[in-house]
């Protein structure tokens, strides 16, 4: 984005194979990727991009850009009841491309333990360097074996496959968790709903705008601390990002002046 006090951040993902499936009943046997990847995992790519406990991703849009084929594949599974492996099949999407459009908002929940952290021009200028730089963490898409590559893009911007295809539409889907520190709810929770593509293009509903009816408590949850005094957050005084940004105007600074051109 040219607004460098903007929390948007664009870019493409993709991969040989991507598994995107309800975790909820993905305990075990064989599994069958959804035709789409769910919010929840473009969430997860995000946060493997870059993220802090001050902030949260929302996932605005995704477009699809190859066209959704699947490959089922047979694997041995870890068998953790039985003394041999069993035999399973698992099927993936192949060859996947996606642009997303994701922002942040800052983590209202964790302002008490986090306050010297709320600056928003900061994390972004980190996160589209990251962007560029292919992620801070391991990307993969929807499972730890399908290994996930990211850079830059202007959403919208090339052909599609599917941009001249209509509506479709794909039933009810796994959308993604509530968690604790993100509600302020003691209660760890899923939410579902009917995502529609319309020439390639699904919009995400906002976790807020899910209805209840659509959402199923899964356990009670208490929220994670973290801060400097729990000695597991150091914030945007991590060394490793200071490091990073050493070399950017000759100072440790990170502040959006600094960085402009990023």
Known sequence: SSDVCSSDLEYCVWGNYALFSDPIARMGG??????????????????????????????????????????????RPISYVASKNTLSVYTYLADVSYQVRAHFILNENRRAELEEDFNENKHHNIATRMVRKGGRRDIFLGTRECQGYVEPCEF??????????????????FHGFDYPDETGRDMLAARFWRPKMVNGVILFHPPEEIPEEMKRNIRPMKAKKFGKKYGN???????????????????????AEIVRGI
């Open 233 to 255: 957050s150091s914030g945007l005084e991590e060394e490793a990002l200071q490091q990073e940004f050493a070399w950017e105007g000759g100072t440790y600074e990170l502040d």
């Open 156 to 173: 919208g911007k090339g052909e599609g496959y599917y941009d001249h295809y209509g509506e479709l539409e794909f039933g009810v889907m």
């Open 30 to 75: 064989e599994k069958f990727s959804y035709m789409l990847p769910t919010y929840q995992a473009l969430k997860g790519i995000t946060e493997s991009i870059y993220w802090k406990p001050s902030i949260i991703w929302m996932v605005d849009e995704v477009r699809v850009m190859k066209p959704i084929r699947t490959e089922s594949k047979n694997v």
